[in-house]
């Protein structure tokens, strides 16, 4: 089907591919631009490195969209106020809709005290480091023997299995600021690492947290069944260190020597219920815990520095869209500027759902498209301007000989997969630039 209209969208993981798919299917074309060399962003870069099938799966799915002839993939560029085009330079081009896909690709801190201290990092940035995304796969971690990680999320889970298979540390302190029955890890992801549970430690908080749970009427029995119900699945142990949990505490603080982390300090809390919901209230009462490294696994926020409109961390939404999709609003307040995936909702479900949003945000940019005449964007006019970037740029014929050179690579080290974590290497891979 010959295309007539032009759709730019801005990022390649799943919720980028699969509107870029949807729309290119429909006759539109579609100018995918991505920050980072390869395509796949959260299933690349995101997913805990053995989940091999599952990753394998949405490769095959990002080919396919990738593979059409109304789609065309420019990456290595970044599109940011301080980047190679700016959000404005991007609709002068004259597309007739763009879709954002970026992600939530700012980092989100609280503003504690010692937040710049060497060992205390965001989660973001150590699972990037350890799925070889550059610059982060590059990055010198100071991973210690005594770790906490603030939050009790999947995200939680993915680097506390890290830190303890991987770095082999001692031990990882779980920092929840309520309790057992509110953390918010599935069982499926918990039983990589509930064998390494400390269960001494743990009845102990169980015991120490029992007043305040009682406070709410709250069965202590329903907390401990939430973190062990994934023991009957767990994984088998393959390393010495333990993790525990310490419940109604939020961070206020982290304390350090000659520039590193030493200490964590904690408010303890006291649980609140309010129309049905727990909540956390502190009690001024602060304790420290020794600790080597402190991760933030606190979700991730929008990246200001794109030029949207933003409030309250997020892209600003329109309230009252002409083309929602299942009720949910796609648009912002630009004329034909839609969101979709985390962009839309930060750190909100996982692939599944970022795909699902995506093809969302492209039957809605499908609807607006009815009802205008294409605005006449001349795809080759783009092409030239984005190939005069002083910077090397990657096609789609690029991505194809990059996965092949690392597929033959990871059959003759005998691994599932292979993966170069620097931008010199892949870009010696595909031709772009000279070997050193």
């Given at each position: 089907m010959e295309a007539t209209y032009c759709v730019?969208?801005?990022?390649?993981?799943?919720?980028?591919?699969?509107?870029?798919?949807?729309?290119?299917?429909?006759?539109v074309r579609v100018i995918v631009f991505n920050r980072?060399?390869?395509?796949?962003?959260?299933?690349?870069y995101g997913?805990?490195?053995?989940?091999?099938n599952m990753k394998e799966m949405l490769r095959k799915q990002f080919r396919i969209a990738l593979d059409h002839p109304n789609l065309d993939y420019y990456g290595n560029v970044l599109i940011a106020n301080n980047g190679d085009f700016s959000f404005e330079e991007i609709r002068n081009f004259n597309f007739d809709a763009i879709l954002v896909a970026a992600g939530a690709q700012g980092t989100k801190w609280l503003g504690l005290p010692g937040e710049e201290l060497d060992g205390v990092?965001?989660?973001?940035?150590?699972?990037?480091?350890?799925?070889?995304?550059?610059?982060?796969?590059q990055k010198k971690f100071r991973i210690g023997k005594r770790c906490a990680i603030i939050g009790t999320g999947n995200v939680m889970v993915d680097v506390a299995r890290h830190l303890i298979q991987n770095q082999r540390v001692d031990e990882v302190v779980v920092?929840?600021?309520?309790?057992?029955?509110?953390?918010?890890?599935?069982?499926?992801?918990?039983?990589?690492?509930?064998?390494?549970?400390?269960?001494?430690?743990?009845?102990?908080?169980?015991?120490r947290i029992q007043p305040a749970l009682q406070t709410i009427n709250q069965n202590p029995e329903m907390g401990r069944q939430?973190?062990?119900?994934?023991?009957?699945?767990?994984?088998?142990?393959?390393a010495d260190g333990k993790f525990r949990f310490h419940f109604l505490a939020s961070p206020t603080a982290m304390f350090g020597e000659n520039g590193s982390v030493t200490k964590l300090e904690v408010e303890e809390n006291i649980l609140v219920e309010k129309n049905g919901q727990i909540g956390a209230r502190g009690t001024g009462v602060k304790r420290t815990i020794d600790v080597d490294t402190v991760i933030f696994a606190i979700g991730d926020t929008i990246d200001e520095s794109l030029g949207l409109q933003t409030a309250a961390n997020e892209f600003v939404q329109e309230h009252e869209p002409r083309f929602p999709i299942n009720s949910v609003s796609f648009e912002t307040p630009v004329d034909g500027v839609f969101i979709g995936g985390w962009a839309r909702k930060a750190s909100n479900g996982l692939v599944g759902y970022a795909r699902r949003d995506g093809t969302h945000a492209a039957q809605a940019i499908w609807q607006f498209l009815q009802t205008r005449q294409p605005n006449g964007a001349k795809a080759d006019v783009i092409d030239a301007r984005i190939k005069g970037l002083s910077k090397p740029i990657i096609l789609k014929e690029d991505v194809k000989r990059l996965e092949a050179v690392e597929a033959e690579e990871a059959k003759r080290r005998g691994l599932e997969f292979f993966k170069c974590s620097t931008n010199e290497e892949m870009l010696q891979i595909m031709g772009l630039i000279e070997t050193a």
């Open positions: 730019a969208i801005i990022g390649a993981g799943p919720a980028g591919l699969f509107a870029a798919r949807e729309l290119a299917e429909k006759g980072d060399i390869k395509p796949g962003g959260l299933v690349e997913i805990y490195p053995d989940k091999h990092y965001h989660a973001k940035d150590v699972v990037y480091g350890y799925n070889s995304l550059p610059p982060y796969s920092i929840n600021r309520r309790g057992p029955a509110e953390v918010n890890f599935t069982k499926d992801e918990m039983k990589h690492i509930i064998s390494y549970l400390d269960l001494e430690a743990f009845d102990e908080e169980m015991r939430r973190i062990m119900e994934s023991q009957p699945k767990a994984d088998p142990k393959i």
